[in-house]
């Protein structure tokens, strides 16, 4: 196997609603805001060569929301998925399967493509399979007030029109595996059902973050974002994973994190903390 992290952009959410209930004063000192309160966030896919797969986890916000909805968010940068995958010799035509983490906008806006000449929205990797699971599709197609704004239907309906759709079968707190190797533990306090990838690679456990933790500034227990639907089941959820990630050594790679890609983490008298930074290429040269 092997993990090429893929960079789609950057944009921008503001602090107090990635923090929730932590002060300004106290968040401010490890993830920095603009005057405006805005802070830079990444959207960081990962791609995953196996044999004849090549699997891509999560898929950016995409480019085909109008001037207005992307005038709130601030993209900003050099990177796109095109561009990435480019790098690494591939197109979005040899991607076999996409893999959703949950089907928020600025992870899955990239899975569908405008096609203004022919057919309109339509899967914008044509030879994929795209996964989710039952129970995550059924909260995003009938959502509630809170999530709708999030939760847009041209991100998400044409995956299943196109045929292309399959539901991942759970097995308790993880699905089963979709290669070997590869699961997703089920977390329910951001969104119902949010996948979270474990990839067995190298002797090591790669956890792609997703939103049960999208920084490193994330990392203490009660750092939860405003976004998070049941911020105390969040809670439960980040203790329960930490727990794991301490016993066996786990590489955090973060989706959103615009200053670390992946980190460790430690025990301390404080409690869970931020061990160290590093980009995946340093771990894995």
């Known amino acids: ?17 990635m923090f ?27 791609l995953l060569e196996e044999g004849n797969r090549l699997i891509l986890i999560d898929t950016g916000i995409g480019d085909k929301q109008s001037e207005k909805f992307f005038s709130h968010y601030y993209l900003h940068g050099d990177h796109s998925l095109d561009k990435s995958l480019s790098k690494l010799g591939f197109t979005r035509n040899d991607i076999t399967d996409v893999f959703l983490t949950h089907l928020h906008f600025d992870h899955c806006g990239g899975a569908i493509e405008w096609n203004s000449s022919k057919d309109g929205y339509r899967p914008a990797f044509p030879n994929a399979t795209y996964w989710s699971n039952e129970n995550h599709w059924q909260w995003a197609t009938e959502p509630n007030d809170r999530e709708k704004a999030s939760f847009l239907k041209e991100n998400i309906l044409p995956i299943k029109e196109s045929g292309q759709l399959q539901f991942i079968q759970s097995e308790g707190d993880f699905t089963q595996e979709l290669i070997p190797g590869f699961k997703a533990l089920i977390v329910n306090g951001h969104t ?18 997703a939103d049960l933790l ?14 998070d639907t049941r911020p105390l089941l969040t809670l439960n959820e980040k203790k329960f994973f930490f727990q794991q990630a301490l016993e066996s050594d786990y590489i955090l790679f973060h989706e959103h994190d615009f200053i670390h890609e992946c980190c460790t983490v430690k025990d301390t008298e404080k409690g869970i903390r931020f061990d160290k930074g590093f980009r995946f290429d340093e771990m894995f040269s």
């Open 20 to 46: 929730g209930v932590v002060p300004k004063s106290i968040w401010s000192r490890v993830y920095p805001a603009d005057s405006n309160n805005m802070c830079p966030w990444s959207l960081r896919c990962l």
């Open 192 to 209: 119902e059902a949010q996948m979270i990838p474990h990839i067995q690679y190298q002797d090591k456990t790669v956890v792609f973050m």
């Open 214 to 227: 999208p920084s490193h500034a994330h990392i203490p227990i009660p750092w939860v974002m405003g976004y």
């Open 1 to 17: 196997m092997k993990i090429y992290p893929i960079e789609t952009g950057n944009f921008m959410l503001d602090g107090g609603a």
